[in-house]
C-alpha cells in the first residue's frame, strides 16, 4: 500500500519561502508522474504543479514562476520550492500521482501552508 508522508508547512510572511517535502513509500515511485495539490478553506482541492517520470514540469498560472517541483528518484520523494509566497496560496498541500495521468493513491495528511502578516 501506498504512503504519502508531506512536510515542511509551517506559517510565512508574504514574500517568503517554504520548501515542501513528500516521501513516498510502497511504490516504484520513479515510473508515475507525481503532482502538488492544494485546497483552501471552502475550496475544491487544485492541482498546482505536476512532474512527469523524465522531469517535465508543468503549473498552474497563479504559480507560474514562483514554485518549482522537483523529484529525487533515490529518496523517493518529491518537492515543491514555493517562493515570493502570498496570502492566496495559504492552504492545505497535498501530493499524490499526478489526477491527469492515472488513478489516484490514498490521499496523505497534507501539510498545512499560511502566508499571513
Known amino acids: 500500500q501506498v504512503q504519502l508522508v508531506e512536510s515542511g508547512g509551517g506559517l510565512v510572511q508574504p514574500g517568503g519561502s517554504l520548501r515542501l517535502s513528500c516521501v513516498v513509500s510502497?511504490?516504484?515511485?520513479?515510473?508515475?508522474?507525481m503532482g502538488w495539490y492544494r485546497q483552501a478553506p471552502g475550496k475544491q482541492r487544485e492541482l498546482v504543479a505536476r512532474?512527469?517520470?523524465?522531469?517535465?514540469?508543468r503549473y498552474v498560472d497563479s504559480v507560474k514562476g514562483r514554485f518549482t517541483i522537483s523529484r529525487d528518484r533515490a529518496k523517493n520523494t518529491v518537492y515543491l520550492q514555493m517562493n515570493s509566497l502570498e496570502p492566496e496560496d495559504t492552504a492545505i498541500y497535498y501530493c499524490?500521482?499526478?489526477?491527469?495521468?492515472?488513478?489516484?493513491?490514498?490521499w496523505g495528511q497534507g501539510t498545512q501552508v499560511t502566508v499571513s502578516s
Open positions: 512532474i512527469t517520470s523524465d522531469g517535465s514540469t
Open positions: 510502497g511504490s516504484i515511485f520513479s515510473i508515475y508522474a
Open positions: 499524490n500521482r499526478d489526477w491527469n495521468a492515472g488513478a489516484l493513491w490514498s
